[in-house]
């Protein structure tokens, strides 16, 4: 037995961990998103398992995945700057903001209901899946992205939100960027740029926030130094971050082969399945 759990269910949880990482480093380089729409929901399933209580398994999933999306979005943004698509004057204009956002999300993931967190994922990812599936070149905000206090008012509900879901940012800069005008591989680039700035200080808060769990569920192994810091399993880091981080470039090349209307569409599917996944699970409270 290990961690409570039979040599076998550690083999299939560890070869499991180790083929999300992979998808998700491929999604963070077609997508910019870090990888964490993949992350979490995978994650719920593997802490469901290990036997995590359902009070403290959404936020694990996510700081976990904020961990894991570090050195992905690192190697996902490289890879995007070299071939110059990267907007650096967004990122001027949106570093503080997202980083004063990420400091509230940690502070609300500390005292935060699990429901809200599966809340968020499923209205925020439903609502981009229907923007990008059903996308008209009419459905905008103006013409191009705004100066001034809304511009960085945008920033700061990305890093809130973006912590909230565990996903790097990607998905709300994808959709404010192309709402205003901005091509989708440009918003893509962009992104993995965002999503290094949300994931580190992102990481850090969710340790911070998670750091009396161990207290509270002294039981739950998954829990505990040295299997996880607060709300950042290791384990699940250490074994999805290598794979994530040989499969990120390639998922930069698929981008770049795409047509935008693929790359949307793709995109879109994607997120309205694993939010019917939290749907689901709101429903049935597993």
Not at 122 to 133: E, G, M, N, P, Q
Request: glycine content about 12%.
């Amino acid at each position: 037995m290990i961690a409570g759990l039979d040599i076998k269910d550690v083999v299939e949880l560890a070869l499991l961990l180790i083929a999300t990482g992979a998808l998700s480093g491929f999604l963070a380089g077609v997508f910019g998103i870090g990888g964490g729409a993949i992350l979490v929901p995978v994650f719920y399933e593997c802490f469901r398992i290990a036997g995590v209580p359902l009070e403290v398994r959404m936020p694990l999933c996510v700081g976990t995945s904020l961990a894991v999306i570090i050195p992905t979005s690192i190697r996902s943004f490289q890879a995007h700057y070299k071939r110059g698509a990267v907007d650096l004057g967004v990122l001027r204009v949106w570093w503080l903001p997202i980083v004063i956002g990420v400091v509230a999300g940690s502070v609300v993931a500390r005292y935060a209901p699990e429901r809200l967190f599966k809340i968020v994922f499923v209205c925020v990812a439903w609502s981009a899946a229907v923007r990008l599936i059903f996308a008209r070149e009419g459905w905008r905000f103006g013409d191009d992205l705004p100066d001034g206090p809304l511009m960085r008012a945008y920033g700061f509900c990305v890093g809130i939100l973006s912590t909230l879901m565990g996903i790097g940012g990607g998905l709300f800069s994808n959709l404010l960027m192309t709402f205003y005008g901005r091509p989708i591989h440009q918003a893509v680039a962009t992104s993995s740029a965002l999503a290094v700035l949300i994931s580190i200080p992102g990481a850090l808060g969710y340790i911070y926030a998670g750091w009396p769990a161990a207290a509270t569920y002294p039981s739950v192994a998954a829990l505990q130094v040295p299997f996880a810091l607060g709300y950042v399993s290791l384990i699940g880091a250490v074994l999805v971050m290598p794979m994530s981080l040989v499969t990120a470039p390639l998922g930069v090349k698929a981008a770049h082969a795409m047509s935008k209307r693929t790359l949307e569409v793709a995109f879109g599917c994607y997120l309205f399945i694993v939010g019917s996944r939290f749907v689901l699970s709101l429903v049935g409270g597993q």
